[in-house]
């Protein structure tokens, strides 16, 4: 990288390593150590690759690649950490449910139906204690990267189904523990099934601070 390269770079830094140090936070269930590492790891690669990748592209496709930057990078320590315990990576296993509706067709973040941070954090507690590593990592790519269905299975390099199959068992685990919060969230296609008023509250914008 030259110095024509630095400032925008640091620009990027400015701008997104916020965004990657909170999905490594979450992605690590809480370790700040590796989160801050990730934010090192991620643009050590986007000053490696600024030219190639980067430099002229929108601001939304850098975004983008810059946070599949961030969740490879978790995926592959993930599988380092696991393997060195001993235990093996979690695989993800075939699924058997059918493959979800069309991307578009209905909404992607259940996050995005709570009133409040408070419920918010609620949600992201029920995620981290109540599901499987990979179930984890699913949701946390579903709804708090917004990603679809597709993107997940291509970088987890599994079908589209399974990636279905994770999140369906996580909605369970997930309503479940609210349930007994009193705390009701609501997926995508529930929302039509729901009366009027009944709806823990008014859309959260943006991305799900926890």
């Known amino acids: 990288m030259g110095p ?29 150590g590796q989160a801050e590492d990730l934010v090192q790891q ?3 690669a986007v000053v490696e690759q600024y030219r190639r990748d980067f430099r002229g592209r929108s601001e939304q496709h850098i975004l983008q690649l810059i946070m599949k930057i961030a969740v ?31 991307p578009g067709a209905v909404g992607t973040d259940p ?3 709570v009133v409040s941070l408070d419920t918010v954090r609620r949600f992201w507690f029920a995620i981290s204690r109540e599901l499987t590593d990979t179930e984890y990592q699913v949701a946390l790519l579903a709804w708090e990267l917004q990603w679809p269905d597709e993107e997940i299975a291509e970088t987890l390099q599994v079908t589209v189904s399974t990636v279905y199959s994770h999140k369906s068992r996580a909605r369970r685990k997930i309503r ?18 729901a009366a ?3 709806r823990v509250g008014a859309k959260v914008e943006g991305e799900v601070q926890a």
């Open 111 to 113: 996050a995005e139906q």
């Open 42 to 44: 991620v643009f050590l």
């Open 196 to 198: 009027d008023g009944s």
């Open 72 to 102: 490879r990078r978790v995926i592959d320590a993930r599988r380092r950490q696991t393997t060195s315990a001993g235990v093996g990576f979690t695989a993800l296993d075939d699924a058997v449910l059918s493959a979800p509706a069309p």
């Open 4 to 32: 024509d390269a630095t400032e925008p770079v640091e620009k990027l830094f400015r701008q997104h390593s916020a965004a990657v140090y909170r999905y490594g936070y979450k992605a690590f269930r809480g370790d700040a």
């Open 176 to 193: 479940e523990s609210t349930d007994k919060a009193e705390t009701r969230i609501l997926f995508p296609l529930e929302e039509d099934l």
